[in-house]
């Protein structure tokens, strides 16, 4: 992501500047610049702000619905794979076909040698 331009407060300094141009005089205007541009970019800004804080609440509850369901996904796995072990026995094709390592392609377990007593 590039580098912002612009300050991260942003709009709370263009409230401040509408208060004091408002205050020195509501018709100034530089060029085509004048108070309503600056106040209409300053609701645009609030409307887009409101727009992405529904957003990322409609994406939060979307994330917390996903991981609900892959939880709920995964423990339903786990049960078939369990209970394919449980029919087929934990060396069978078929639990290997839902996914489990048959007892035969296991590593053994190696034995490390137990540390020397020391005097």
């Known amino acids: 992501m590039s580098k912002k331009l612009f300050p991260t407060d942003i ?3 263009a ?4 208060a004091a ?4 005089d509501e018709g100034l205007a530089f060029g085509q610049l004048n108070m309503s541009a600056l106040v209409m970019d300053m609701n645009g800004l609030r409307n887009i702000e409101h727009s992405l804080a529904t957003l990322e609440t409609q994406l939060t509850e979307m994330r917390n619905q996903r991981d609900a369901l892959s ?4 423990d339903k796995v786990k049960r078939v794979r369990a209970g394919v072990k449980a029919t087929f026995g934990d060396d069978s094709s078929q639990y290997e076909m839902i996914g489990g390592t048959r007892l035969s392609d296991r590593k053994s377990m190696r034995k490390s040698p137990l540390p020397a007593e020391q005097p």
């Not at 409230?15 to 509408?18: F, H, K, T």
């Open 11 to 13: 709009l709370s300094q």
């Open 21 to 24: 141009w408002s205050q020195i």
């Open 71 to 74: 939880q709920s996904s995964w």
């Open 15 to 18: 409230i401040e500047v509408q």
